[in-house]
Nanobody, 118 residues
């Protein structure tokens, strides 16, 4: 089994920064993609950023230039540095590990809340 645990959320003022972490453990294959998603109250979960094993990174348009995703393969950990935060970034942020091995496998963390408010 695979476990995914997010950390680093909290309350921050508009314009501030936070750094989220997501650590994976368990039976992890060599090649997998880690993704950051978020879900604001009353809205659907949306993609924020993905990081492949090869280091390819993709961002949602809404966070480009403000958020930076990175990955430490030795630690099976991904990070999300969030700068210039806006109230509309308020959401629960989830991490997802996914890979294909005979079938698609996906593992979600429980999420970490981020609140941007003055």
């Amino acid at each position: 089994q695979v476990q995914v645990v997010e950390s680093g959320g909290g309350l921050v003022q508009p314009g501030g920064s936070l750094r989220l972490s997501c650590a994976a453990s368990g039976s992890i294959p060599n090649f997998y993609t880690m993704g950051w998603y978020r879900q604001a109250p009353g809205k659907q979960r949306e993609l924020v950023a993905t990081v492949s094993s090869e280091g390819d990174i993709n961002y949602a348009d809404s966070v480009k230039g403000r958020f930076t995703a990175s990955r430490d393969n030795a630690k099976n950990t991904v990070y999300l540095q969030m700068n210039s935060l806006k109230p509309e970034d308020t959401a629960v942020y989830y991490c997802r590990l996914s890979y294909y091995l005979a079938a698609q496998h996906m593992y979600w963390g429980r999420g970490t809340p981020v609140t941007v408010s003055s």
